[in-house]
């Protein structure tokens, strides 16, 4: 039974779901390369900050880093994501107060009210036609 074809054919051996073989097994030798192979693309595509968490970490295989960086990344998902949701509601807020700010400025600001619409990712402010309506 040959299960590897390609180099890139690895994430069996770094999910788990092609677990290491028994050393007597023709294709042990084999799954150690992929083995080393996936260790060494997980190890040199980390950052500086989170290869230094994960070196703290003893790990002999591809399945036992990944597993370590999931429970380093999972651990903070939870803070992240509140942490991420306050700063949208803010960011939010902070969009409908520049477009209720600027929905009230005088006719005399179209071009400033063009430049400000224009730079935001969300269109917040009434279209150039409905300035035009306000300013009669």
Not at 25 to 35: G, L, M, V
Not at 99 to 116: C, E, I, N, S, Y
Not at 118 to 133: F, H, I, K, T, Y
Request: charged share 15%; glycine share 2%; hydrophobic share 45%.
């Amino acid at each position: 039974m040959v299960f590897f074809h390609r180099g890139q054919k690895v994430l069996g051996v770094v999910d788990g779901s092609l677990p290491c073989l028994d050393e007597s097994r023709s294709q042990y030798a084999t799954w150690i390369q992929f083995d080393d192979v996936a260790l060494s693309w997980i190890t040199f595509t980390l950052s500086r900050p989170v290869l230094n968490t994960f070196l703290n970490h003893e790990c002999h295989s591809s399945y036992q880093a990944w597993t370590i960086l999931q429970k380093l990344f999972l651990a903070n998902a939870s803070a992240t994501q509140i942490q991420l949701r306050y700063k949208f509601q803010h960011f939010k807020k902070d969009s409908d107060l520049v477009a209720q700010a600027l929905l009230v400025l005088p006719f005399a600001f179209g071009v400033f009210k063009t430049v400000m619409n224009a730079s935001n990712p969300r269109p917040l402010l009434l279209s150039e036609e409905d300035n035009a309506m306000h300013a009669t």
